[in-house]
């Protein structure tokens, strides 16, 4: 009897709780009143919410209450910073008090499970939210990963990269966590924000949304865009000096951080605009007390949307020293050509979009900057020669690049041979521009000292380039590959062997296919496109038609999210040719071979003395070894080593004592072939 007597005063229980008046409690006095942050989660102040620790979020979570004719809230926020806990609020108050059903949304699978997680660890904290959801594994409720069923609807959690995810669903409120990782297009049904939204169109009149979080790429960010439609406020703090309202900024007028960092490095103080009054990290709580928005402007009518930085994260949290020092790490690698970090910064830190380099890089920067050498000439500062060929069905091109001290480089000559790559003829005419020289400013003749061709069998060409490059080996000619990995080196360790005797067996003899890391190298590129003169600094000609120019900045870097991870990688510009860049990738690569990016400067001077020798007194008694003299007529030494200064070199370089005897192939330095063409001239 004791068992039905408890059982009959739990559904009295559950009937005077059905017949009390809902409580009616905005979504910002209920988290006060019910919330609790699980220990479980991680958090690093579990028990009770308090809205007075992070205070920006009370006007967050009032626009999501009925009383507030809105129908989207959008929050532009830092990692931390209050997005998932006012979600889950959000979500404990419709469930408590207007229970229907609920769309939460997520970008990946992973992300999927760790919030499923976190919802039951929420659930399982409060006590009146436990009490309306099923239990896990129940038989009559369902309760799991995807649906958690409750009384008066269910919340389904699904992820937005599949379409049939959203489908044949009716809900009422949505979340959409991290909607910035998410596909724009979601199995080519549309934007997943419109799929997620078009679930509430029977809920006109009650429906709510919920969007919260990091920006990313300026132009291509959802988040930004939801944000820039809405309200646009801003967080703001009050002086604890003067009491002006104003927002928090971290760079100032000029560029340069606002934050005032001490004498010791230990702490960094923050000042007011109005007064300059300097503020410590343990103003934090009066500075941020009455979570202050700006007025924001009138947006479409829907949206209220809210931008707030990690500058505004509670006292004892992520203090203002480690976003300098978080800053100043980022700066030093974007000095160095990497931009990765300083987009987390901006993004995570700042809640701000990165601007992409290809903004600042454009072709007729580069165009105009052109100098007045002509192609198939070497100017003085360039000492060595290599060459890259890229297949394409119908054509291959070649591009000659000279190279000098610090890695500075010139544009040499760029060559189309028309003709496919499975004919015979082709690469007959490609070989005859690998054996030209060329002319170097100080009278001497130039020839490359190595090649790379492109074997990626985009173009089926891969076999007809191992077939070239395996017996011209000791002319230093190889195969080469981008790297399927990124953050490759910008050349590998050692080479593959690609060809096999018919025993199954690697040809040690055969074919060497080389990688690139070709993000590595653009990169490495793209930071110095700028330069006009010195170490690093890419020269061209203005013979070089202005296509040449455009296909330098073909690509750019881009930004997405591949199993919960943030990843970058290069992609190319809808209708344009990078053939230009490509073999800019594989002469650094060439280069890289030689190893002249570690030639020391005495290593420099030893090529530069050969180039330009010094005049003797003729009449003084000879003193330099016997040369020796090739059918050609052409005057043989072995130069300096090309891998490490003192090391023997790869092979011997070639420098003619007389014009070469080849005038139907080289005139003034340039190589003529009846059907190939340079691209010079515009």
Partial sequence: MSDLSDGYHVLLDAIARGLEPDPNLSPDVWADTFMVVPKESGASEPGPYKTSRTPHARQVMQALAPSNPCKRVVVQGASQMLKTQVALNFLGETVHQRPKNFLWLVPTGKLHKRAAARIDKTVAAVPVLRERFARPGSRVSTNNNDIKAYAGGALYIATAGAAAN??????????????????????????????????????????????????????????????????????????????????????????????????????A???????????????????????????????????????????????????????????????????DGSEESMIVFYNTRLAQCWARTKETTRYDALLNRAEPYKLGTVPAGGLVLTAAIDCQAYRLEMKVKAWGEGMESWVVDYQVIHGAPSEHSTWDRADELLKGRYRHASGQMLNISAAFINADGKAGTSQDVYNFTAIRRRRNIFSVKGASRPGRPILSAKPTLVDYTWRGKTEKKGAQLWFTGGDTAKDYLQARWAKTSGPGAVHFSNELPESYFKGLVAEYRTYGYKRGRKVSWWEQKKGEANEPLDLEVYNLGA?????????????????????????????????????TEDQTGVQTRALQGTIEDGAPPRRATEIPAAPAKEPSKVVDGKITLGSGSRRGGR
């Avoid at 549309?190 to 919920?210: F, N, V």
């Fill in 269 to 335: 103080m923050y000042p007011c605009s109005e007064c300059g009054g300097l503020h410590e990290e343990g103003d934090k709580s009066r500075m941020f007390a009455r979570g202050l928005w700006s007025e924001g402007v009138p947006g479409d009518g829907e949206t209220e949307s809210f931008l707030i930085s990690a500058m505004f994260l509670p006292y004892g949290w992520l203090p203002w020293i480690s976003l300098m020092k978080q800053y100043e790490a980022a700066k030093a690698k974007l000095e």
């Fill in 166 to 267: 959203l489908s044949e669903l009716s809900v009422t409120y949505v979340v959409y966590d991290e909607v910035d990782r998410s596909k724009d297009n979601v199995g080519g049904e549309g934007d997943p924000k419109e799929l997620a939204e078009t679930r509430q169109t029977s809920h006109e009149k009650d429906r709510k949304s919920y969007y919260p979080s990091s920006p990313t790429i300026e132009g291509e960010s959802a988040i930004n865009s939801l944000y820039l439609a809405g309200t646009q406020r801003v967080a703001l703090f009050e002086c604890i000096h003067c009491g002006a309202a104003q927002p928090m900024e971290f760079f100032n007028a000029d560029g340069n951080p606002t934050l005032i960092v001490s004498d010791d490095g230990k702490r």
């Fill in 591 to 627: 280069a890289y071979f030689l190893g002249l990016h570690k030639k020391t400067e005495h290593g420099w001077q030893l090529l530069r003395d050969r180039l330009t020798p010094i005049s003797q007194d003729l009449f003084a008694a000879a003193d330099t070894p016997p040369q």
